[in-house]
C-alpha cells in the first residue's frame, strides 16, 4: 500500500498535479551562520528539519556578495554582469534601468565603477510571472529591494506583497514598533520575523487547495541589528569569546530567522501539504562582518575569508537546502557548484513548468544533481564591480571558480593601471591567503580568457582607469594624513584602514606633541579584520634622525587586542609618528592611540 502512494506521488509532482513551491531567502546569512554549516552558537533547529527532508549543497554561491544583484539573478535566471544590476541600490529614489560607465572617482582610486541599475524591469519574465501564468497563486513575503511601484512584487507577477516595503532592511526595527506605511503591529514588541512566519501560514491554510508559489525574501540576519531580549540574554551565557561568533544580539536574529521557517513547515505539515511542496533556501550574500554590535563584529565566516561586500569566499558562498518530495535523497550533503542565478531553471524544472532560456542564459538547472545524474555547472562566475569599505574589500574586479582553482581579476588595480590578479588553490587554501598567480602565469592566462570571454559575450559595463588617479595622491583626514593603495575612514567606532594589494606600500602619519629624547611607551586599541602581518611605527622630525621602530604582530581574530610598546626618541624631538602597514592586505581597526612617559604618569592621546 506504502509503495502504491509513494508511485501515486510521484506521478503527481511530475506534472499531473502541480506542486507547491516555497523559495526562502535569508539575507546575509553566511555559509558559517548555521548550525549545518558548523556554527557552534548559533541555533539553527528548523533548517536542519529541512535538510533532513532534502539535500544540503556545500559549493552554493550567490551570484554578487550583495544583495539586489543576487535577487535579481534569482528572479531572471541572469548574472548581474548581464542585467547590469551590480549595485544594492534597490531602494534609491533616482530609477536607472540601464546600466552604464561611471565618470568620476576620488584621485586616490585607480578605477571608476559603473553605474548599476537599481529597478528590476518589468519586461523580464521575472518567476512570479511564470507561476502566475501557470495558474498558481502568487505570494511575495518580507524583503524586496529591486525597486518601488511600478517595479515591486505586485508588478512582477506577485498577487500579494507583504509587507509591501522596498526598503533594504525592516523599517525602523525588527521588534516593534515598525514603520511600514500600511503594515502594523498586532501587538508590541511583535517580531517582524514572527509575523511574516504567521501571515504565511494563514496564506498556506487558505489556498491549501489549489497550487501556490509563495516568495519569502526574510529580512533578517540584515541590520539594524536588534532582537527579542529574552533570546539575546540566553545566547549572552553561551558566548565563548575563543569562538570568531560571539555576538549574541546576532545570534538572537538567526533563532529567530529559523523560528519563522519553523512556523512554514508547521504549517505545511498541518494542511497535510509537505509531501506536495518543493522547498529551496538561500541566503543573498555572505555573513557581515564590517558591522560592529554591542563592540564586536556581528558574525564571523571563518574558515572563509571576507563577508559580505567582499568577492572572496566569506562574501559569496552561502548555505542552500532544497526539498523535492519523493525525488532526491534525503538528508544528504552535495558538494556540485551551484549559483543563485541557477534556481531560475532548477525551480521551474522542479515545477514541470517551461523554461525561456533565451532569458535566462546563466541559469543551469541543478535538477540532475538532485536525481544523481551529475552536475553540469563546471565553474562559478562573479562579477562585483564595486568596492565598499568592508573587511577584504577589493576594488571592482571579477572572479571565477573552475574546480579547486579561484581566479580573482581587479581591474587595473597595479600600479600601472594593468588588471592585477590573485589565484587560489581552494582545496588547499579555503581561506585565501596564499595568492599563486606569480608561480602559475599559464592558469591565470587560461582562466583570465574565460572571464574575458564572459564579459564580452554579456555585454557587460566594467570599470574604467580612473583619469584623475594620483599616485602621489595624499588621503587627509583631520590630523591623519596616508599615503598608498588603500582606504582609510573614520567613525565614532576609530579608524579603519583597508591596504589592496601585496606588493604596495601603505602608511599613515599623525603628529604629535614634541617628545623629547627619552623613553616612552606607545599604547594601541587595535584589532585585525583580516589582516595577517606587522605594523612598523617611527617617529621622526624632518631633517632628524629616526628613532628606533616598534613592530607590532596583529592577531587575526576579530577581537580588540591592547598593545604596549617601549620605544626611544634620540636626540632632537620627534613631531611626527609614522605607521607602515606590513601585511600583504587586509583590514584593521583602530580604536585609540596613546603615550606613555617613562613613569606612565603623563599620557598624550593621538586624535585621528
Not at 539575546?232 to 575563543?242: M, P, S, V
Request: some cysteine.
Amino acid at each position: 500500500m506504502r509503495l502504491l502512494l509513494f508511485i501515486a506521488l510521484s506521478l503527481c509532482l511530475n506534472g499531473q498535479e502541480k506542486a507547491n513551491v516555497i523559495l526562502i531567502l535569508a539575507d546575509d546569512l553566511g555559509v558559517s551562520d548555521t548550525s549545518l554549516g558548523g556554527s557552534k552558537l548559533y541555533q539553527t533547529p528548523n533548517l536542519e528539519r529541512l535538510a533532513k527532508r532534502g539535500v544540503y549543497f556545500t559549493n552554493a554561491y550567490a551570484a554578487s556578495p550583495l544583495c539586489s544583484p543576487t535577487r535579481s539573478s534569482i528572479l531572471t535566471g541572469q548574472n548581474p554582469a548581464r542585467t547590469g544590476f551590480t549595485a544594492p541600490h534597490g531602494h534609491l529614489e533616482n530609477v536607472v534601468l540601464t546600466a552604464r560607465a561611471g565618470k568620476a572617482a576620488a584621485p586616490s582610486k585607480r578605477q571608476v565603477s559603473p553605474v548599476s541599475v537599481n529597478r528590476l524591469s518589468t519586461e523580464y519574465l521575472s518567476l512570479g510571472k511564470v507561476f502566475k501564468n501557470a495558474g498558481y497563486k502568487t505570494a511575495h513575503f518580507g524583503k524586496w529591494h529591486l525597486g518601488k511601484s511600478p517595479y515591486s512584487p505586485l508588478e512582477h507577477g506577485f498577487d500579494i506583497d507583504i509587507p509591501h516595503w522596498p526598503g533594504p532592511g525592516p523599517a525602523g526595527s525588527f521588534v516593534a514598533p515598525w514603520r511600514y506605511p500600511n503594515f502594523k503591529e498586532n501587538y508590541p514588541g511583535e517580531h517582524i520575523d514572527d509575523r511574516l512566519g504567521d501571515e504565511i501560514a494563514k496564506y498556506i491554510s487558505e489556498n491549501k487547495d489549489q497550487p501556490f508559489f509563495i516568495n519569502f525574501w526574510q529580512f533578517s540576519v540584515h541590520a539594524p541589528f536588534n532582537a527579542k531580549q529574552e533570546l539575546i540574554d540566553k545566547y549572552r551565557k553561551l558566548i565563548d569569546k575563543n569562538n570568531p561568533q560571539h555576538n549574541p544580539v546576532y545570534a538572537a536574529m538567526v533563532e529567530s530567522m529559523d523560528d519563522s521557517i519553523g512556523k512554514v513547515i508547521d504549517a505545511l505539515e498541518t494542511n497535510k501539504l509537505m509531501e506536495k511542496t518543493i522547498i529551496v533556501f538561500f541566503s543573498d550574500n555572505g555573513g557581515n562582518i564590517h558591522s560592529v554590535v554591542d563592540g564586536t563584529t556581528a558574525t564571523s565566516n571563518k574558515p572563509f575569508r571576507g563577508g559580505k561586500a567582499s568577492i572572496y569566499e566569506g562574501g559569496t558562498h552561502v548555505p542552500a537546502i532544497v526539498v523535492w518530495p519523493n525525488q532526491t535523497k534525503t538528508g544528504v550533503r552535495n558538494d556540485s557548484l551551484i549559483q543563485s542565478e541557477d534556481l531560475y531553471a532548477s525551480i521551474l524544472e522542479m515545477a514541470a513548468l517551461p523554461v525561456d532560456y533565451q532569458q535566462a542564459k546563466d541559469s543551469i538547472s541543478f535538477v540532475p544533481v538532485l536525481k544523481g545524474q551529475g552536475a553540469k555547472r563546471k565553474q562559478v562566475f562573479t562579477y562585483f564591480p564595486h568596492s565598499p569599505n568592508v573587511p577584504d574589500c577589493v576594488p571592482p574586479s571579477a572572479a571565477l571558480r573552475i574546480g579547486d582553482w579561484k581566479l580573482i581579476k581587479v581591474f587595473h588595480d597595479n600600479p600601472d593601471l594593468t588588471d592585477r590578479f590573485e589565484l587560489y588553490n581552494l582545496a588547499n587554501d579555503q581561506g585565501e591567503m596564499l595568492n599563486l598567480a606569480s608561480q602559475n602565469p599559464e592558469k591565470v592566462k587560461s582562466m583570465n580568457e574565460v572571464i574575458d570571454q564572459y564579459l564580452s559575450k554579456s555585454a557587460c559595463i566594467k570599470p574604467i582607469k580612473n583619469p584623475k588617479y594620483n599616485s602621489k595622491f595624499i588621503q587627509s583626514s583631520g590630523k591623519l594624513k596616508a599615503r598608498g593603495h588603500g582606504i582609510f575612514s573614520k567613525d565614532k567606532a576609530g579608524l579603519y584602514i583597508r591596504k589592496y594589494a601585496d606588493n604596495q606600500d601603505m602608511s599613515f602619519t599623525l603628529p604629535t606633541p614634541a617628545l623629547k629624547a627619552g623613553k616612552y611607551t606607545l599604547q594601541m586599541d587595535i584589532r585585525s579584520l583580516s589582516a595577517k602581518g606587522d605594523i612598523l611605527v617611527k617617529g621622526f622630525s624632518p631633517g632628524t634622525k629616526v628613532t628606533d621602530f616598534t613592530k607590532i604582530n596583529l592577531v587575526d581574530d576579530g577581537l580588540w587586542h591592547q598593545s604596549t610598546h617601549p620605544f626611544t626618541v634620540i636626540k632632537t624631538p620627534s613631531k611626527v609618528m609614522k605607521f607602515i602597514l606590513d601585511f600583504p592586505q587586509g583590514q584593521l581597526h583602530l580604536r585609540s592611540l596613546k603615550i606613555l612617559d617613562e613613569n606612565k604618569d603623563q599620557v598624550i592621546n593621538l586624535k585621528f
